[in-house]
């Protein structure tokens, strides 16, 4: 089954930065996506960047310029110049197809997989 765990999470203050690692085992497909999306407590989950399956890169506007997804073996999320708006529980997720045709992860309803989460805080 695949698996994805996430880590790199903690407390930071204002204007720093943290490196979220998704490891990801188990994977059998071909044609996939990565996502990051975050849940604070009491709000829905907001997505915040992803590499497509054609490895493009995509960012929501609240971190354009702030952070940087990238993937190889392991999905990444550098984060820079923190805020506390930021402060969420930060999860990856894993979207694939069978069809001939490039997926985003832009949106959680097309992730087929989560990983548990790791905790991000950002005191002012």
């Known amino acids: 089954a695949v698996q994805l765990v996430e880590s790199g999470g903690g407390s930071v203050e204002s204007g720093g930065s943290l490196r979220l690692s998704c490891t990801i085992s188990g994977n059998r497909w071909d044609t996939t996506c990565m996502g990051w999306f975050r849940q604070a407590p009491g709000k829905e989950r907001e997505w915040v960047a992803s590499v497509d399956s054609t490895w493009q890169t995509r960012y929501s506007g609240s971190v354009k310029g702030r952070f940087t997804v990238s993937r190889d073996n392991t999905f990444y999320l550098e984060m820079n110049s923190l805020k506390p708006e930021d402060t969420a529980m930060y999860l990856c997720?894993?979207?694939?197809?069978?069809?001939?045709?490039?997926?985003?992860?832009?949106?959680?309803?097309?992730?087929?997989?989560w990983g548990q989460g790791t905790q991000v805080t950002v005191s002012s």
């Open positions: 997720g894993l979207g694939y197809t069978f069809l001939p045709e490039p997926i985003t992860c832009s949106s959680a309803s097309k992730i087929d997989r």
